[in-house]
């Protein structure tokens, strides 16, 4: 009811002003606003709504509080801007719900963003002042929470009108305005609730598995709360609603950043702790650091996961556990990479996590063993047996272990950690290395001999090192009828390639290396050697070698295609390909990069990926091929050097052409390139354009800046397109062909972008080599020394 501050005028009046304060009860409208001194309680008796004060503080704030228990606030209005005096007055004008104080004017209001006919605030008695229209609702306290959360209250993101519901500490016990903690559901990755104090994590609940939070446990089925999140196309959010509404209970941050959940028992009148998110200790977010697990049944509390150690064992002894722990062997990167199961363990942070409702856990493994970064995956809902995808990557924080979680993570490990320990593997690596050593020492004793036996055979230098069948010249010969023009197919830095057919019936293509190519024995010996050792759908077969006279010859297997470049930069062939064709070349030309970086016996860098080295089979399938100036790279080597830069330019990245740096990023940024012209079906070099000087990477720039990127589309893809794809195959593009080697993505996480339309992609950054003066149509590979190349990139800033 309406209190009022002096009651002395009883008249026969009083019938008519009773039944008017009995029908206004719980609502204000703009004929009956409240003052300070006056409250509205809700229809039921539960919540009480007016002016109050904290403690020995003066400010006066409006908010909403319990009416038939212990007078505890659970909303308040104008937390940030107190009144400071008794002349404040809340009223409901077409602007919504307005907080005035006297003649300094408009306190605090709901903002509505429309003119409202005829609004109503209304207290319900779930503790949620409503606004209304008529019918429409307008606006209501449980879009915007304090630091209590009732019943029926959310805490997540409207994805259409954009709204975040969160919980916001008090600053103290007489101050309601906003402390330092918040508790919000992020939904960076997979979405959990975060518990910030300022910029640091304190806690987190571990993501909702299809019954409860992971971090929380004590969410089991219990006869008092239901909990319930929902993530749909409108909104992601997570609430708890009350079994038997006449329990009153409630969910409080209190200033220190604890969050409680308090039951009100009636024998006692008083509230009991029925539980709190940050248990103990493990709780502390992070605790033990990178792939390090709590338990506050050990002591020390912090142990590594199976298969790790500390990062820095010294600090780890001194109970500094932050830095977390480190592999003692390091991932192959590839199928050969296993998983370990762990059952009762908190899911880690899923910040750093990409997630599939439709598909399952098998698909789920094989997605994460087709990406390098990819460390553990599992379900994301337990129900039923499981269903859904949860992959995390790079590092995993914040596990702790829990026996009621029944849910089993698989984290990626190398194969040698799965079912031995150390003292096996160092038996295992000595009974490898003794006689690993011995056959070393006489392979390198056989080599020598073999090499000087070599040495005094002028016209067979080069046969003993290859691993490959030898053709004799006369097979060739006949095969390429005597090299005849009619069988010239084409002709690069290396030499003419010809086609022909061998007695057998099989067709080959025969790579002849030209006298006065810039090549050499070294380059041919180089592609031998390595294409030999690999074997990938998507590049070329190599089926042997002529070492004959003067004669060098590489025999191919033959792509009655040819290559990319005579078909994407050809008016009269572009067509053959449609957007399909295209689309799966990217892939292809993708997967065999990926295979090259990181699943081959050897990790090469190509050096010289571009169009007329995709060779296009009977399928139009892609196969990279020309291998001449391929480099190997050890296990830990991420760059190298050369004083030799060759390659073909509009395809070489900044670092290699200017300083001959060049690594796994260089081969990324050639694959940019191409991605870009075979959507445009354009030449990046001799790319003109009347408005700008910038080559094809330029153009794309300005076009993904403009929010104008299917321009770039080719105009005879018109029809076949398929625009989500294209769009991410341009996005992936200028990705590929960012300026700086570290802002490139890995080729594992390319064919994972391509793969997956899901997948959220980040901002390009500036493209490397993009702005041209006016460039000759120029396809010849380069031979460049430090000492007679400077090269001036113009770039805008």
Known sequence: MRHFAGFYFLSGNIVSLLFIISTALDTISKDSPIKDGYTIVSAGGNFELGFFSLGNSKNRYVGIWYKKISKEVVWVANRANPLNNISGTLTVSDKG?????????????TNSSTSLRNPVAQLLDTGNLVLKDGTDLVWQSFDYPGNTLLPGMKIGHNLVTGLDRSLTSWKSSDDPSPGEYVSRLDTNGYPQIILWEGPVIKYSSGPWNGRLLTGRPNMKPNPYFTF??????????????????????????????????????????????????????????????????????????????????????QQWNAADWS??????????CGTSDRFLKYSGLKLPDTRHSWFDKTIGLEECQRLCLGNCSCVAYSNLDVREGGSGCLLWFNELFDFREYAEIEQDLYIRMAASEIGSDRKVKR?????IILPVSAITILGFLSWYAIHRKKSKKGGQEGKQDMELPLFDLMTITAATKNFSSDNLIGEGGFGPVYQGKLSTGSEIAVKKLSKHSGQGLEELKNEVVLISKLQHRNLVKLLGCCLEGEERMLVYEYMPNSSLDHFIFDDSRKRRLSWENRFQIAMGISRGLLYLHQDSRLRIIHRDLKTSNI?????????????????IFGGDQIEAKTKRVMGTYGYMSPEYAVDGKFSMKSD?????????????????????????????????????????????????????????????????????????????????????MLSNEKVGLPQPKEPGFFIERSTDESNEKICLTDNVLTLTILEPR
């Open 97 to 109: 719900i307005l907080l005035l104080n006297g003649t300094e004017g408009i306190i605090w209001s």
């Open 228 to 313: 319930e999140f929902v993530f749909n196309e409108t909104e992601i959010y997570y609430r708890y609603n009350l079994i038997h509404a006449s329990l009153p209970t409630r969910v409080v941050m209190i200033p220190t950043g604890l969050i409680q959940e308090l039951v009100w028992i009636d024998r006692t009148q008083s509230w009991l702790l029925y539980s709190t998110a940050q248990i103990d200790t493990c709780d502390r977010y992070a605790l033990c650091g990178q792939f390090g697990r709590c338990n506050t049944k050990d002591s020390p509390p912090c142990a590594c996961l199976r298969g790790f150690e500390p990062k820095y064992p």
């Open 323 to 332: 830095n977390g722990c480190v592999r003692r062997t390091p991932l192959e």
């Open 427 to 431: 038996a295992m690596l000595i009974a």
């Open 615 to 631: 060779l296009l089979d009977s399928e139009l399938k892609p196969k990279i091929s020309d291998f001449g100036l391929a480099r």
């Open 668 to 752: 990324v940024f050639g694959l940019g390139v191409l991605l870009l012209e075979l959507v445009s079906g354009r030449k990046n070099r001799t790319f003109h354009h009347l408005g700008h000087h910038h080559n094809l990477l330029g153009h794309a720039w300005l076009l993904w800046n403009e929010g104008k990127a299917l321009e770039l589309m080719d105009t005879c893809l018109k029809e076949s397109v398929v625009e989500s794809q294209m769009l991410r195959c341009i996005h992936a593009g200028l990705l590929c062909v960012q300026k700086l080697t570290a802002d490139r993505p890995t080729m594992a996480s390319v064919v994972f």
